[in-house]
C-alpha cells in the first residue's frame, strides 16, 4: 500500500528520529563532530540505508537522495553515492546538529575541501569539475564519456571505453547538509540555492534556529 503524503511526512520523521537514536543510544547530543573517515563513510551509509529517508543538498546548488558511500580510490577521499551519479570529496568534518523537541529539523553537514582540479585551465571560481573516470583514480575530459570511445587504434578502430568507466564529479570544496527528506527545511524549495554554503557552519546552526521558532509560530 502507498502511504499518502501525510502519512509519508510522519513515517519519514519517526525513522529520522530513529536513525538518530540508533548513533546515540544513550543520549542525543545537540552537536557532534566526526573527522575519522572510516566513521564518517559509516555515518553515511547508514543515512543511506533507508530508502526515501534523507536529501541532500549541494554546495553548488540543488540537492538528491544519499543512498550511500565507501572509501574513494583517492587518498584521504570518499565516494558518495545519489541516484545514478557519484560525487568525490575530500572530507574535512561530517557535523550532527541537533534540537530537541524539534528532531524533523536535525541535520547533518559535511565539510569538505583539499580536492585539486584534473581539468586544465578549469575556472577558479568552480568548486566542482565532472570527468570521466576510466578506472579507479585515473580521469580523463568528460567529454570522451559523451562520446563512448577514447579514440581511434592504428587501424582506424574506434578504442572503446572499458567496463570500469563511469562519470564522477569531483569537488573541490563546499559543504554539503543531510535533511530528513520530510524536513521542513527540505520541503522549503528556496533551499536549493545553496545557501547553507554561503555560511559557517555556526552562523547555519543559528539560522536554522532562527527557522524553526518562526516555523513553530
Sequence with gaps: MKLDRGDFETENLIVWEKVIRELFPVTIP????????????????KLGSAD?????????????????AKSSSEKGCVEFSTP????????????FNYFPNNAGWAYFRLE???????????????????????EPGHYTEKEVWEKGYLGYDEKS????????ARIVSRYFKGSFVIFAKSSPY???????????DKMSSKKFRQYIEKCIIKFNE
Design 30 to 45: 545537540n552537536n557532534c563532530l566526526w573527522k575519522d573517515i572510516d566513521s564518517i563513510i559509516s555515518i553515511l551509509n
Design 52 to 68: 526515501n529517508l534523507n536529501h541532500t543538498l549541494f554546495p553548488a546548488g540543488g540537492g538528491h537522495d544519499l543512498t550511500g
Design 84 to 95: 545514478n551519479s557519484v560525487r568525490i570529496v575530500k572530507p574535512k568534518v561530517l557535523e
Design 112 to 134: 569538505t575541501a583539499g580536492l585539486k582540479p584534473i581539468t586544465s585551465n578549469i575556472n577558479s571560481s568552480f568548486i566542482k569539475e565532472k570527468v570521466t573516470e576510466l
Design 157 to 164: 578502430i574506434r578504442v572503446l571505453l572499458p567496463k570500469s
Design 186 to 196: 527540505n520541503k522549503n524549495h528556496v533551499t536549493y540555492d545553496a545557501r547553507h
